[in-house]
């Protein structure tokens, strides 16, 4: 059963645009929420992150907004770049014992057309 | 500096053969993580080590798999007798500390492994 919830597998935005990426959950000891980017033949990149004590943390052109009561963040990058074309995976961690594995969503294609 | 390597990025076995991936993460970084990323999905936890001592091997997915890091540098992940269903790219990670949520996880590039 999926705990990180990714529903959109794709998503085309022009150039200059914003981008919504979506991401739901449903395990309720999930506190700490992460954002990763993945270029094809690269690994996941660190992108931004949040945890469950705030609703929203911004960095340059990312902002990531968390809803608790819903169960569900969004990544809003802002304004879309061409180089912003990668697969984008929502995560989260728990409390206690392992509390380091992160539990990854399906992730969403987003391609950014000039 | 360096980030995470992998070895062999490309893997292909055939069934029933033992294969051994090669994790170098980045230089003092305490923690080191395997995750297993099959086709269409997010990567999933397989085992976690802090320095040489392997805490956590919750997500491993049978007695088939097995991870070593004997210098709490370089990781080993062995997978024995191949099966077809092991075909997936694996990710190896490190972070500095000792498994805060804060600590960044940094990914390697992963093995994509096919079990033909």
């Known amino acids: 059963d999926q705990q990180v919830k990714q529903n959109s597998p794709s998503l085309s935005v022009q150039e200059g645009r914003i981008s919504i990426l979506n991401c739901d959950y449903t395990?309720?000891?999930?506190?700490?929420f992460l954002w990763y980017k993945k270029y094809p033949a690269e690994g996941p990149t660190f992108l931004i992150s949040?945890?469950?004590?705030?609703d929203k943390n911004e960095d340059g052109r990312f902002t990531v907004f968390l809803n608790k009561s819903a169960k569900h963040l969004s990544l809003h990058i802002v304004p879309s770049q061409p180089g912003d074309s990668a697969v984008y995976f929502c995560?989260?961690?728990?409390?206690?014992?392992?509390?380091?594995?992160?539990?990854f969503g399906k992730g969403t294609k987003l391609s950014v057309i000039p | 500096g360096a980030g995470v390597s992998q070895s062999p990025r490309y893997k292909v076995a055939k069934r029933g053969q033992d294969v051994a991936l090669r994790c170098d993460p980045i230089?003092?970084?305490?923690?080191l993580f395997w995750y297993q990323q099959a086709l269409g999905q997010g990567p999933e936890f397989l085992t976690y080590?802090?320095?040489?001592?392997?805490?956590?091997k919750s997500g491993l997915p049978s007695d088939r798999f097995f991870a070593e890091r004997p210098e709490g540098s370089v990781s080993t992940l062995k997978i024995q007798r191949t099966q077809q269903e092991d075909s997936a790219v694996y990710l190896c990670?490190?972070?500095?500390?000792?498994?805060?949520?804060?600590?960044?996880?940094?990914f390697g590039p992963g093995t994509r492994l096919t079990v033909l």
């Open positions: 990670a490190s972070s500095l500390g000792a498994g805060a949520k804060t600590d960044t996880q940094y």
């Open positions: 395990n309720s000891m999930f506190d700490y």
């Open positions: 949040i945890s469950s004590i705030k």
């Open positions: 995560a989260a961690l728990g409390s206690g014992a392992g509390s380091y594995q992160l539990t």
């Open positions: 230089s003092g970084h305490v923690s």
């Open positions: 080590f802090q320095n040489e001592a392997q805490l956590d």
